[in-house]
């Protein structure tokens, strides 16, 4: 057994760290080059990456076990929006040279805890010593009836617009830790605010009354307002949102108060991961009552409306809202 803060090569390195999270029989121990699964009788299989890296998507410093659970998470994010189920995640993981064993212990410990409580396990992948800093790539794989999966390509005019959640937390938290915030939060509702940042709440919960309701959805990563225009270009459509109608924690309501540059990294910074739904007002009662059940807060923001514009955000007093572009990652 290898010494506790020895760094072993690669093969002791997957050995210690990885094997154990290999859960799932398709993934052969990690003992293979790839692993094999057999999606449930009479379901698609859902799949989609994320790469999370090191001065970009989270701070160097972060504990390593908030970094693994930010790189899964914002994968079943995707898989939620969807409408699918998770089954499990292959990863591919780039370590800058000065990496230590205990940083690997946190890490996987932190991929260990998020694997319990969402049902999932690691498939295989690979590891490779990065040239720059820590970059992190997952690719999760979900299952949905077949003929189910919610696209963003379907969004109706008169259909209503919902999120779940608050919206603006992450990227608030992001600028508190900056420090390009005019108001300072504390205690609890910085706490608050710099937890959302480091850790996306997948809507893993959700999964199943999006597939039942939405008419399209995906999760808002790239800020509210960008994301609804991926919507509404995909589905060839417009829509007009309320500000005032965006639901927001306690914190980040303050800080809209105190700050006229916060409500802008509301609408349109990233890392929310939140689902952005659109269905027939008919269906909202029983989307809600579901998303009620799940233990998941959805709010009515607006409507998609006929045309080819991009989305506007209204003012209280029904004016349009100028604002930047959205959160991109580049």
């Known amino acids: ?7 072993p090569g690669e093969f002791g390195l997957i050995e210690r760290w990885f094997r154990p999270l290999a859960t799932d029989a398709a993934a052969f121990g990690l003992i293979d080059d790839a692993a094999a699964l057999t999606p449930p009788p009479g379901h698609d299989l859902v799949l989609t990456k994320d790469m999370v890296v090191a001065g970009v998507h989270f701070f160097a410093d972060d504990p390593p076990a908030a970094i693994a659970r930010k790189a899964l998470r914002v994968n079943l994010s995707d898989l939620a929006a969807k409408g699918a189920r998770p089954l499990g995640y292959l990863m591919g993981l780039a370590l800058p040279g000065d990496w ?10 932190g991929l260990a805890g998020d694997q319990a409580a969402f049902g999932i396990g690691l498939f295989g992948g690979d590891t490779v010593r990065a040239s720059g800093g820590l970059t992190i790539s997952i690719t999760a794989i979900g299952a949905v009836p077949q003929g189910r999966t919610v696209r963003r390509r379907g969004a109706r005019p008169g259909d209503l617009v919902t999120v779940s959640g608050t919206i603006g937390d992450a990227a608030l938290g992001l600028r508190l830790r ?3 915030l005019d108001g300072r939060p504390a205690g609890e509702a910085a706490a608050d605010l710099l937890d959302r940042y480091l850790h996306p709440q997948p809507r893993t919960a959700l999964a ?11 999760d808002v990563s790239d800020g509210l307002v960008g994301d609804l225009g991926h919507v509404c270009r995909a589905s060839g459509v417009t829509a007009r949102i309320e500000a005032a109608a ?6 980040a309501a303050a800080l809209a108060a105190a700050d006229e540059s916060a409500l802008a990294s509301i609408l ?3 890392d929310d991961y939140e689902i952005l739904a659109t269905m027939p007002e008919a269906d909202y009662p029983a989307y809600a009552r579901a998303a009620s059940a799940a233990g998941v807060p959805v709010t009515v923001i607006g409507r998609i409306e006929a045309g080819a514009a991009p989305p506007v955000v209204l003012d209280r007093s029904g004016r ?5 572009g ?3 990652h580049f």
């Open 1 to 7: 057994m290898a010494e506790k803060g020895a760094r």
């Open 100 to 109: 230590t064993a205990d940083f690997l212990d946190g890490f996987a410990e």
């Open 178 to 180: 900056l420090g390009t």
């Open 208 to 218: 199943d009354a999006v597939r039942d309701h939405a008419t399209a959805s995906l």
């Open 246 to 251: 965006v639901p927001l924690s306690p914190a």
């Open 268 to 270: 349109t910074g990233g």
């Open 320 to 324: 349009p809202i100028a604002l930047p």
């Open 326 to 328: 959205s959160h991109d």
